[in-house]
């Protein structure tokens, strides 16, 4: 007799429940996809504020006198740039280069780090971080079970936010800040995934719940939307960002992604660097490539793409984008070397529908330098 795992669940799972959530499985997580329609929250972050769980997130804690040491070997970024207060978004890397995780470092204090990875990779980053410590002088925990995490995006999250949190409008793009929430020691982000201005609160699980509800209550004025995977998936894809698993993995590298600014070439010796300078030196077979269509249709993850009548690649995040009223998508082209505005055809239903190659990111606005 077969047996099916049961879905994980973060502390809101009847909160989303009793708000009438559509929940589905996402890598194992019961997890809402949408709250009204996909389209309706998508729009209130681009215009107002959006409230998302992303509680299933995984939360690791690196600390001690080896712990900016292990962190600089593991990333790909120079985790130097990020002092006490700051945080930088980094790929980890396995030995031929592919991206074992994207992950946001905090510095939190000096020789302290909160590592917030993907939930469909936490065991195996986890494992992954263990194997590269052993001879390292850090400490390594997997918090994840304990903490909750909410985001908090869009252009009037800061407003929100100042409600709770008083210093988190005066935080820069990527700043971090240790704050007491509801009497228990909590951190905020000024990070997102939406192509916003927005924050990430990590928080005990202990006090999620009572945060989401004071978020939903304090945020009628400010046209708050409690968004579900849905939206955060088309904000994303118009943002350009990456899905781990999806558009990128163990087999894919940061420059075949064309994500060359997240590896920092000269801040000494990094997991993965030889194998990614060779692949450099001898050039990309391929490349992420955004595209958008030229009439009607909506592209999925797994459309093929077509240049001169042959196969050329295909779409790993693709869909109809809200903002721009048109049907976009991503995917690895070959050759590597498409230029903005070069006409393609990808396959909708059985028939090919005029495309073109367009700049990544599809949707971007202004972010606060040094707070606001």
Known sequence: MSTVAALRRTALYYTHKDMGAKLVDFHGWELPIQF?????????????????????????????RGALEFLQRVASNDVRRAPPGKAVYSHILNESGGVVDDVIISCLSPNRYLVVVNAATTEKDFEWFRKQARDADVELRDQSAGYGMLAIQGPRAAQLL???????????RFGVLEVPLF??????QRTGYTGEDGFEAVVPNEIVTRLWEELMTRGRSFGLAACGLGARDTLRLEAGFLLYGQDIDDDRTPLEAGYDWVVRWDKGDFIGRDALMRQKERGLGQKWTGLKLRGGGVPRAG???FAEGGRCGVLTSATFSPSLQIGVGIGYLTPPNFSEGMRVEVELHGRKVAAEVTALPFYSRPMPKNGS
Request: aromatic content about 4%; overall charge negative; proline content about 6%.
């Open 36 to 64: 009204t329609s996909i389209l309706k929250e998508h729009q209130a972050v681009r215009a107002h504020c959006g409230l998302f769980d992303v509680s299933h997130m995984g939360q690791i804690f690196a600390q001690g």
């Open 162 to 172: 100042a409600e709770l949190v008083p210093g988190c409008a005066a935080l820069p």
């Open 183 to 188: 009497g228990q020691p909590s951190i905020v």
């Open 303 to 305: 459309t093929e793409v």
